[in-house]
């Protein structure tokens, strides 16, 4: 009899044993809860979805309570579905998310999100006149420059540029040599193909786990010449472009051509061809400036054209015409 106790005794403590197996079950529902965050990284103010999946159990029976911020904001059987609206920039939201399963097993799932933004703009190297108030725009083949700009904040603080990690990429390949630490500049060369770039980067702070992508899609442009007079008395007229027709009252007029959106550094590499009733003018091969002069004892109308290539990138080249009228 006292051996039967005995073993009555070991058995009992072997069923106290195994009692932790139900602890461990409770953080392995938790690792293997799904969390899908839409979008992956929430910019200020913008509208997160997060979306609970559970392979391993039903989630639909399950009584789901949703906590942001330490208040209880949703509640209910099978709600694996909860949105909201995202702070300002450097705003931390905590969400907390409890789950009773139907059997009865609990588990819990805690993170927080920041959000952060990252815009993007961009220059191009392209030739535009003096003054000229609007924005040089993307040429065929031409240089472009991205710049991207962060705004990160972590307690308070905005964090440097400088010290964020930048990873540029393209719809097909990244752009390794000018992705890491600090670089948040990308220079492009537009393709040959005359396609747009569509440029992506990702921007991430290595100490707060922080992350923003942005997005930007550039399209390129034809160049175009513009003519403007060059008036001996005051200069270059830009707030008068010369289209179509030119009254000639004077006894001659300087025609100048600005080669709008070629780009800067092949100015030296473009050549300009000169016509003037389809006859070109050899001697102003290489001129932006082209004089002509009322036939003396005449009237009538003389056809002006201009073309322009970039000898250096195929795809830039552009042509204009118009008409001078002169009276005897």
């Given at each position: 009899m006292?051996?039967?106790?005995?073993?009555?005794?070991?058995?009992a403590?072997?069923?106290?044993?195994?009692l932790?197996?139900?602890?461990?079950a409770?953080?392995s529902?938790s690792?293997?809860?799904?969390?899908?965050?839409?979008?992956?990284?929430?910019r200020?103010?913008?509208?997160?979805?997060?979306?609970l999946s559970?392979?391993?159990?039903d989630?639909n029976?399950?009584?789901?309570?949703w906590?942001?911020?330490?208040?209880s904001?949703?509640?209910?059987?099978?709600?694996?579905?909860?949105?909201f609206?995202?702070?300002?920039v450097?705003?931390?939201?905590?969400?907390?998310?409890?789950?009773?399963?139907?059997?009865g097993?609990?588990?819990?799932?805690?993170f927080?999100?920041n959000?952060a933004?990252?815009?993007?703009?961009w220059?191009?190297?392209?030739?535009?006149?003096?003054?000229?108030k609007?924005k040089?725009?993307h040429?065929?083949?031409?240089?472009?420059?991205?710049?991207?700009?962060?705004?990160?904040?972590?307690?308070g603080?905005?964090?440097?540029?400088?010290?964020?990690?930048?990873?540029?990429?393209?719809?097909?390949?990244?752009?390794?040599?000018?992705?890491?630490y600090?670089?948040?500049?990308?220079?492009?060369?537009?393709?040959?193909?005359?396609?747009?770039?569509s440029?992506?980067?990702?921007?991430?702070?290595p100490?707060?786990?922080?992350?923003?992508?942005?997005?930007?899609?550039?399209?390129?442009?034809?160049?175009?010449?513009?003519f403007?007079?060059?008036?001996?008395?005051y200069?270059h007229?830009?707030?008068?472009?010369?289209?179509n027709?030119f009254?000639?009252n004077?006894?001659?007029?300087?025609?100048?051509?600005?080669p709008?959106?070629f780009?800067?550094?092949s100015?030296?590499n473009?050549?300009y061809e000169?016509?003037?009733?389809?006859a070109?003018?050899?001697?102003?091969?290489?001129?932006?400036?082209a004089?002509f002069?009322?036939?003396?004892?005449?009237?009538?109308?003389s056809n002006?054209?201009?073309?322009?290539e970039?000898?250096?990138?195929?795809?830039?080249?552009?042509?204009?015409?118009?008409?001078?009228?002169?009276?005897?």
């Amino acid at each position: 009899m006292q051996n039967k106790f005995i073993k009555i005794l070991m058995m009992a403590s072997v069923a106290v044993a195994v009692l932790p197996v139900i602890s461990f079950a409770q953080s392995s529902f938790s690792s293997e809860l799904g969390v899908d965050i839409s979008p992956n990284y929430p910019r200020p103010n913008e509208t997160v979805s997060i979306n609970l999946s559970l392979y391993t159990a039903d989630l639909n029976s399950a009584l789901i309570t949703w906590y942001r911020d330490g208040e209880s904001v949703l509640e209910g059987r099978g709600e694996t579905r909860y949105s909201f609206q995202m702070g300002p920039v450097g705003k931390e939201t905590k969400i907390e998310i409890q789950i009773e399963l139907l059997g009865g097993t609990s588990f819990s799932k805690t993170f927080t999100l920041n959000p952060a933004s990252v815009d993007l703009v961009w220059e191009a190297d392209s030739y535009v006149p003096p003054f000229y108030k609007g924005k040089a725009l993307h040429a065929m083949q031409g240089r472009l420059k991205i710049v991207a700009m962060p705004e990160f904040v972590k307690n308070g603080a905005r964090i440097s540029p400088q010290n964020l990690i930048y990873e540029w990429s393209n719809d097909v390949e990244g752009y390794q040599s000018q992705s890491g630490y600090g670089k948040n500049t990308l220079i492009l060369n537009g393709s040959i193909l005359g396609r747009g770039e569509s440029v992506e980067v990702l921007v991430t702070d290595p100490v707060n786990n922080l992350v923003a992508q942005g997005f930007i899609d550039v399209s390129p442009v034809d160049p175009e010449i513009i003519f403007y007079e060059n008036n001996p008395y005051y200069g270059h007229i830009f707030d008068s472009a010369i289209t179509n027709t030119f009254d000639l009252n004077a006894e001659e007029v300087q025609i100048w051509a600005a080669p709008y959106y070629f780009s800067k550094e092949s100015a030296g590499n473009l050549k300009y061809e000169w016509q003037l009733n389809n006859a070109t003018v050899t001697n102003l091969s290489d001129s932006r400036t082209a004089i002509f002069k009322k036939p003396e004892g005449e009237r009538g109308e003389s056809n002006i054209s201009l073309s322009i290539e970039n000898l250096n990138r195929i795809l830039q080249q552009a042509s204009a015409s118009l008409k001078i009228k002169f009276d005897n």
